[in-house]
């Protein structure tokens, strides 16, 4: 029995001698597991039959599936039975319980996800939901609502739901939306984050749903029409559109009040929470007895009876009175802001209508080396050098109000290193700190600061970094003096950096873009047009078609289902080109007016048009 003596040490994540002691521990498990040596029992799978030797304490420490089975009556069996999970499946996954990877592909999602659904394997349901979502062109959206329906799994509907509502205005075109069900639908239109032009868009969406099956549906619609903001409708939309629809004449009449009758508001209860009971008003069985639906003056809305009906009846009500929200991470309309010039930098920002560039701000800021990132509605400006001196500072520069504001500096002075956002916490990786390349990485968080983590493998700077499927790839840069062409993934649940396969060529300052589930390294600033991707699941990368650019500095980014990339000069001019999957080729957009972008982000056009 353990005493007293055996508490559990605190962690400290920047300890190198307990970092050895942890690996040197998981590689002698994975050897025990990989030898069959110490095991203690075996489940025999069927389709096809397979026995599969494990040790209880690791499996009963990966997934709390197997820790009830062994403390259940049969828990003490060496043989155990598995009656509903393949024997290839099981296998995956409790290698996967040993060395916490596997693999993944359009092939075997489904029975992967079906399976750490049984065996609560959180991690594997993260990675599955992940890669059906990254693939959702391949493994179609029809098949992710399928697989959703036969486990339950929660984390990928609200995928779905995020997805939906991201590509709202694509996906309400398609048949499988006249398939949701009425609470998949609330939930996807409720959404402040809904992508649509205009409520109209919403509206269109919700009768195309309505008239496919009116019988079944009619009863369900006012739940769907309560999720519109009805206020953002003129009166002549709301009583030719809305009120003559089953069940929404309330509705319509409510929204009528609350725009034309500011008073009246505060005798308003803003939910809708009885949609069927306007069913039971006079107005709607007595059709031959409603008034004329014409405004002549303003104050006409105050002759309908309904209205002070509705006035006088606060249960039956609105859900929403404001319009949908535009954020940095979710807006209607999408296009590109460029941040250029190290010393005093411009900011520059896409016009896709006219296809061309212009200034949108212009700072005073001296420091060299920095590496900037987007983060809500500001760009954070992080560490630099004056001369040859490292600096730890950091500063958040708003987009709407073009204002600074003072961060928490970095623990470690550093230039020339990677920035990157994951799960809402930003992290400052490698880099230089005027003397010597850095191995060390920092992680940010509003409630922590800036707090060590594991250390890179091999230190670098002048890389470039970007997170994809819950993990950060850091690739290419320098060490010391030597190019480097390794890639290293850090997994924030295990607090470890591995080595993934190598690029094919060097990448100094290398453009970098998460795209489709792939990552892109697109050219460096020494004149190379190369471009590679990665492919995650299978740890392998490839060549595609090379920039038509030289030398210069580049950035990359994921625009309107595209890959862009922004810098390289080609006959004294600096371009933007866009990627042609199906073509494999470079077409050309508007010429850069700056040769010196440092990076590019993804913002809402109404997050620079906003006062």
């Not at 939906?164 to 009425?182: C, G, H, K, P, T």
């Not at 953002?232 to 089953?246: G, R, V």
């Not at 500063?395 to 799960?423: F, G, M, Y």
């Amino acid at each position: 029995m353990a005493t007293s003596c055996t508490q559990r040490p605190a962690l400290q994540t920047n300890s190198s001698e307990q970092n050895r002691f942890m690996e040197k521990l998981v590689a002698k498990i994975f050897s025990f597991y990989d030898e069959h040596s110490l095991i203690d029992v075996t489940f025999k799978v069927s389709n096809p039959t397979a026995l599969v030797p494990a040790h209880r304490l690791i499996l009963a420490a990966a997934s709390p599936y197997f820790e009830n089975l062994f403390h259940g009556d049969q828990g003490n069996n060496p043989l155990l039975e598995i009656n509903d999970i393949d024997s290839e499946t099981f296998e995956r996954l409790i290698s996967f319980c040993y060395t916490g990877q596997t693999l993944i592909t359009v092939n075997n999602v489904g029975v992967m996800l079906k399976a750490a659904n049984v065996l609560q394997l959180d991690e594997v349901i993260t990675n599955c939901v992940d890669y059906i979502m990254a693939h959702i062109d391949e493994y179609t959206l029809r098949g992710a609502h399928t697989l959703e329906r036969e486990t339950q799994c929660q984390l990928l509907q609200q995928k779905i739901i995020e997805y939906a509502q991201r590509n709202f205005m694509e996906i309400s075109r398609r048949d499988e939306f006249l398939n949701f069900d009425v609470e998949k639908m609330q939930r996807i239109l409720e959404s402040d984050n809904l992508n649509i032009t205009g409520e109209e868009v919403a509206f269109d969406a919700i009768k195309r749903w309505f008239n496919y099956d009116v019988p079944a549906r009619q009863e369900q619609l006012p739940l769907l029409i309560a999720c519109l903001r009805l206020t953002q409708f003129d009166a002549d939309f709301l009583l030719t559109q809305i009120q003559p629809l089953p069940g929404c004449e309330m509705l319509a009449f409510r929204a009528i009040t609350w725009v034309s009758k500011p008073e009246a508001r505060t005798k308003i209860n803003l939910r809708f929470t009885e949609p069927r009971r306007v069913q039971a008003i006079s107005f709607i069985r007595q059709p031959e007895a409603q008034p004329n639906m014409r405004f002549t003056e303003p104050s006409g809305v105050e002759a309908f009876s309904l209205i002070r009906e509705a006035e006088a009846q606060p249960k039956i009500n609105m859900r929403f009175t404001e319009p949908r929200g535009v954020s940095a991470a979710n807006c209607v309309e999408k296009t590109l802001l460029a941040v250029c010039s190290w010393s005093n930098p411009k900011f520059l920002q896409y016009n896709k209508d006219e296809d061309k560039w212009q200034e949108y701000a212009s700072i005073n800021y001296y420091h060299m080396g920095y590496r900037t990132i987007l983060k809500d509605d500001n760009i954070l400006f992080i560490a630099g050098n004056i001369d040859i001196k490292a600096l730890n500072i950091v500063k958040s520069w708003n987009i709407r109000n073009k204002t600074w504001q003072n961060l928490p500096s970095l623990n470690q002075a550093r230039c020339a290193h990677c920035v990157v956002e994951l799960d809402d916490k930003i992290y400052a990786i490698g880099g230089f700190d005027g003397k010597n390349v850095l191995s060390s990485v920092e992680r940010y968080t509003n409630s922590d600061g800036w707090k060590f983590m594991r250390n890179l493998i091999v230190g670098r700077h002048d890389a470039n970094a970007v997170g994809l499927n819950g993990k950060i790839y850091i690739i290419g840069g320098r060490s010391d003096r030597k190019a480097l062409k390794s890639v290293e993934c850090y997994n924030p649940n295990s607090y470890t950096w591995t080595s993934c396969a190598d690029m094919t060529d060097y990448h100094h300052l290398p453009a970098v873009a998460a795209h489709k589930g792939h990552i892109y390294v697109v050219g460096h600033c020494f004149g190379s047009r190369a471009v590679e991707r990665y492919d995650p699941q299978r740890n392998t990368w490839s060549k595609i078609c090379s920039l038509n650019t030289g030398g210069g500095f580049m950035a990359s980014v994921s625009l309107d289902n595209k890959l862009w990339a922004i810098g390289g000069t080609s006959a004294g001019k600096t371009l933007v080109s866009v990627y042609d999957e199906e073509n494999d080729r470079w077409g050309q957009k508007f010429s850069f007016p700056a040769t010196d972008i440092l990076s590019c982000f993804v913002v809402p056009v109404a997050l620079l048009t906003s006062k």
